[in-house]
RNA sequence: GCCCCUGUAGUUCAAUGGAUAGAACUGCGGACUUCUAAGCCGUCGAUGUAGGUUCGAUUCCUGCCAGGGGCACCA
């Protein structure tokens, strides 16, 4: 409807002498004041030295004359705006459309034919899976069905450390430790790392040790430290693996620094004098000769050590290589934003078809309301953690209800990660968010599980209706228009919102005043009613919002639960 | 010092240059007791600051203030 609203106007306009470029076409905040609305009379008023309403009125008539099908009314408002009512058919046949479309309904073409590649998540192993991780990965996942739904073929990628400073901290801990490590956990790897990562600050000589271990992982001339690190790698892996599963993401690359670091390295020797150059010792890219708003990187050290600069752009050209993105997006705190395009400047000058191809999403960071977190401190609330007490919280709720075991510990689930998710995509990506468990994970208003269990109520109409044998009609449509129908047909607009601003908290608002609408209908209404005409309408309306809520709920990386 | 991000109600967040700046939580006040009350209805309450551009600015530009991040061998 928008599109085609948006070609009316611009033929209106043109058979006035207008030559539009762009139509903004837009839902008024109230819905007393139309379905659309547009501000064209104002903005051409100007230059056509007339008086805005004027011309607002000479277009309504230019555009009643068209007819168009859906279109029940048009009004001139404001200081000149021009609202578009919508017919009563229209919300039947979008309410026909849902049901129709079912789990493809929101679906849009704009990147039909295309590949994106998106790279999310990045923990490391041997170091906790942290809140931030969460953050990446909830992001990312979103983004990756928001592409996904705009048509392209979505490749996820996940990206992982296992080698560094880091791992010698962790495995520096094992050694130390004076218990045997071969059944322990990555939790107590982290701890390991965490020891290790205080050492290395607080005493010249474990740091020194620390170093020596990191030499070794390199080269792997260490028998004994070959096979905590092989064994270390593997079971923080394995438990990243775990949660993956349980946030519903599933990677089709995993790569890895150590795979990087020789292939980047080759990269940046081969291209010292046209985009590097030695300085000091090292290889260093002074970015600020091509934007002087960036600054110099060191990519390989004066010992000939490989930066995470220099890992960098192995990956990103490993990646156009291996898949050939149309769009590679990468999903980062903001503080990696900076470094980003120091290094996605130097690639841009090996392979400047790559430039405009390559986009960096960067989110704010996760922070405690109780003073800043520290693994040393050991008040790093691991992403695992979260997700438990998450659960915990879900469990106790659903605990007197007549649900078996089974189906309680899949709602804790599905409802524990619904509600840190959407804690985390309701805003949008620029801002840090301030982590208080007792409010930021929240069950009630504003939250994932809101939202779900708006779909489950809704759920059990349609399982009562099934029961009874009812099913949804469209012979006799009430007089009355209600929100929920102004609010569903939006959704595909929503979706290509979300993704030409690649920001999932549209959807997330959005779902919520679907949520409500959906709730203030409920709440006035008795649906299933066999001496009542209009019920068989307003069933088909419930299976319209349960198919709207569950796509969109898809699009944040949530499920929709049966009951809860 | 330079660069990037962010300042909206008591709190956490929305608002594609537009109409009376929307929600949620909290506070206060209600309704029904029917298909799940994790719900519904009402109410109190906000654009950091000074300019500029515009018919119109929370949105764009400039200065200032505040918070976060980055700026040569960490990742």
């Known amino acids: 409807m928008k599109e085609k609203l948006i070609q009316h106007i611009k033929s209106a306009l043109k058979n006035l002498g207008i030559e539009a470029g762009s139509v903004i076409l837009e839902h008024p905040a109230d819905l007393k004041m ?37 279109m029940q009314k048009v009004e001139v408002a404001g200081a000149g705006f021009i609202n578009f009512y919508l017919h009563h058919d229209f919300f039947v046949d979008s309410v026909k459309d849902i049901l129709k479309q079912k789990d493809n309904w929101g679906k849009n073409e704009i990147l039909k034919d295309k590949k994106v590649m998106v790279e999310y998540t990045q923990p490391n192993p041997f170091k906790p899976f942290h809140i931030g991780h969460l953050m990446s990965n909830a992001i990312g996942e979103s983004i990756s069905r928001i592409v996904e739904f705009s048509g392209a073929k979505t490749v996820r990628a996940n990206y992982q450390g296992d080698v560094g400073p880091h791992v010698a901290k962790a495995i520096w801990g094992i050694l130390d430790s004076v218990e045997p490590y071969e059944n322990k956990s990555a939790l107590w790897i982290g701890e390991q790392y965490a020891r290790g990562s205080d050492a290395y600050d607080n005493d010249p000589k474990w740091k020194e040790e620390i170093n020596e271990i990191n030499k070794k992982v390199y080269d792997r001339s260490d028998e004994k430290i070959n096979k905590i690190y092989d064994w270390g790698r593997k079971v923080t892996l394995d438990a990243f693996e775990e949660i993956y599963k349980t946030l519903g993401t599933k990677f089709d690359y995993y790569f890895f620094e150590s795979e990087m670091a020789p292939i980047g390295e080759k990269i940046v020797r081969e291209n010292i004098g046209k985009v590097f150059e030695e300085s000091e010792g090292a290889i260093v890219f002074h970015a600020e000769n091509y934007d002087p708003k960036l600054h110099t990187r060191v990519f390989i050290t004066s010992l000939g050590i490989p930066l995470y600069e220099t890992k960098e752009v192995g990956l990103t050209v490993t ?54 977190m520290s693994s040393r401190k050991g008040n790093v609330v691991t992403g695992e953690s979260l997700l438990k007490d998450s659960m915990d919280v879900v469990y106790e709720k659903v605990s007197d209800r007549e649900l078996s075991i089974e189906e309680k510990d899949e709602i804790a689930k599905v409802v524990g990660v619904s509600a840190l998710k959407y804690s985390i995509l309701r805003s949008s990506l620029g801002s840090d968010i301030v982590y208080d468990f007792e409010k930021s994970i929240s069950f009630e208003g504003d939250s994932g599980p809101y939202l779900q269990y708006t779909a489950v109520r809704a759920n059990s109409i349609l399982k009562k209706v099934e029961a009874e044998g009812i099913c949804a009609a469209y012979k006799d449509i009430p007089n009355e228009v209600t929100n929920l129908e102004k609010v569903l047909y939006q959704f595909g607009e929503v979706v290509e919102r979300s993704y030409t601003q690649l920001e999932p908290h549209h959807i997330a608002t959005y779902l919520t005043e679907l949520a409500s609408a959906f709730n203030t209908f409920y709440g ?41």
Do not use: C, W
């Open 524 to 564: 006035n209404t008795q649906i299933i009613n066999k001496s009542d005409p209009y019920a068989n309408y307003r069933i088909a309306l419930v299976e319209a919002f349960h198919q709207t809520m569950k796509n969109g709920l898809y699009l944040l990386g949530i499920k929709t639960p049966g009951k809860m």
């Open 34 to 70: 139309g379905d659309y609305s547009t501000n064209v009379a104002m903005a051409y008023a100007k230059q056509l030295s007339t008086n805005p309403k004027e011309l607002a009125e000479k277009i309504k008539s230019e555009i009643e004359k068209e007819n168009i099908k859906g």
């Open 319 to 372: 990646k156009f290589e291996k898949e050939n993105p149309d769009i590679s997006i990468i999903t980062t705190a903001i503080e990696q934003g900076e470094y980003m395009k120091v290094v996605q400047k130097a690639v841009s000058l090996i392979h400047p078809d790559y430039e405009s191809r390559m986009k960096h999403i960067t989110h704010g960071m996760m922070r405690l309301a109780s003073g800043k």
